[in-house]
C-alpha cells in the first residue's frame, strides 16, 4: 500500500502525516507530491527521507494544480501496480486507518463495484460505546478527505477524463443529484471559473456514472483540518474534525463491512443527506451555532 500526501505552496499538516505513516508497518512507500512551485526544504522531512531512502520520496511534478497531483499519484499507483491512499495536507490519519485501509482492500478485493474508502465519516458527532464497533456503509459519493483506491479503479478513472467533456461533467452530476447530492453539482456551478476541474468532481462524475460504490466508516478514522486560514473550499472557522481513533487498536475493534450486495439505495439516500440537510436540520445547526458563539 502506497501513500501519497499532496503538496502546494505550504506544508500544512505533512510533517505529522510522515511520522505516522513512516512507521506503520502496512505502507510500503509515502511520496509528497508538490508542484513545481513548492521545493521541498523542511529540515525534518530531508532527515527522514535520508534515514528512509527506500520508503520516503520527494516528487515534484509539472502538473496544473490539486487535479495534477492527484493525476500524478494516480499514474505512480497504477505504474508500481500497488493499492493507494491519498491525503491532502490537511488531513491527519490515524494508525487505526491505516490497518483499516489494508484490510479493506484484502476484504472487498475482486468486487467490482468497489471503487474505494475514505476516513472520514458521514456522522455529525461520534458515537463510540464502551465496546467498540465500528460500522461501514456504502454509497455512489466519493470523498477526498482521506481516499484509497486500487490501481484498476485508477487506470478506469484516467480513461474516463481522457473521453468525457467537461461540460459532460457537469450534466453527470446534474442528472444524479439525488444519487450523490445536489450540492456538489451546486458547487460545480459556483465553480465555473477556477474550479470546474476539480478532482472531486470529476471523481464523483466517474462513480456515479460507473455505478461504483465508496466504503465510508461510522466514526471519523482520520482528523480534518481544512478550516484553517489556509482553506479554499471550506470556511475558516476555526472547527476540525478530531478523530478518536489514535489511542485505539485495530485488534480491539468489531469492524462490519458492508457486503457490495448489500448496497442500499435507500440507505444510499439517507446518507446524501449529511451533505444536504433538510430545512428543519439547517434551522437547527443555525440556532447551535449560534448558542456556542
Known amino acids: 500500500m502506497i501513500i501519497f500526501i499532496t503538496v502546494h505552496k505550504n506544508l500544512r499538516k505533512t510533517n505529522e502525516i510522515v511520522k505516522i505513516a513512516i512507521q506503520n508497518l502496512q505502507v510500503e512507500k509515502i511520496y509528497i507530491i508538490s508542484s513545481k512551485e513548492t521545493l521541498i526544504t523542511n529540515e525534518e522531512l530531508i532527515y527522514l527521507k535520508n534515514k528512509y531512502p527506500n520508503k520516503f520520496f520527494f516528487y515534484n511534478h509539472n502538473s496544473k494544480g490539486i487535479k495534477g497531483a492527484w493525476i500524478e499519484a494516480m499514474k505512480i499507483a497504477i505504474q508500481k501496480d500497488a493499492n493507494f491512499l491519498i491525503f491532502e495536507n490537511d488531513i491527519v490519519p490515524t494508525n487505526f486507518f491505516f490497518e483499516y485501509a489494508k484490510s479493506c482492500f484484502s476484504i472487498y478485493k475482486g468486487k467490482n463495484k468497489f471503487f474505494g474508502l475514505t476516513g472520514y465519516s458521514p456522522n455529525d458527532k ?92 461510522s466514526e471519523h478514522l482520520v482528523s480534518c483540518f481544512g478550516n484553517d486560514n489556509f482553506a479554499t473550499n471550506q470556511p475558516d472557522d476555526g472547527v476540525s474534525i478530531i478523530s478518536k481513533f489514535d489511542s485505539i487498536f485495530f485488534e480491539d475493534v468489531e469492524i462490519n463491512y458492508k457486503p457490495v450486495e448489500n448496497f442500499s439505495i435507500i440507505e444510499n439516500k439517507k446518507l446524501i443527506s449529511h451533505w444536504n440537510p433538510g430545512i428543519l436540520k439547517r434551522i437547527f445547526m443555525k440556532f447551535k451555532k449560534l448558542i456556542s458563539n
Open 126 to 217: 461520534s458515537k463510540i460505546s464502551d465496546i467498540l464497533k465500528l460500522n461501514t456503509f456504502l454509497i455512489h459519493r466519493s470523498s477526498s478527505w482521506s481516499f484509497g483506491s486500487t490501481p484498476e479503479i485508477a487506470k478506469k478513472f484516467l480513461r474516463f477524463i481522457d473521453v468525457t467533456k467537461i461540460d459532460d461533467i457537469g450534466k453527470i452530476l446534474m442528472v444524479n443529484k439525488s444519487k450523490i447530492g445536489k450540492d456538489i453539482y451546486e458547487h460545480y456551478l459556483l465553480d465555473q471559473r477556477e474550479n470546474r476541474y476539480l478532482i472531486g468532481y470529476l471523481w464523483n462524475a466517474f462513480t456515479v456514472s460507473e455505478r461504483g460504490l465508496w466504503l465510508y466508516p
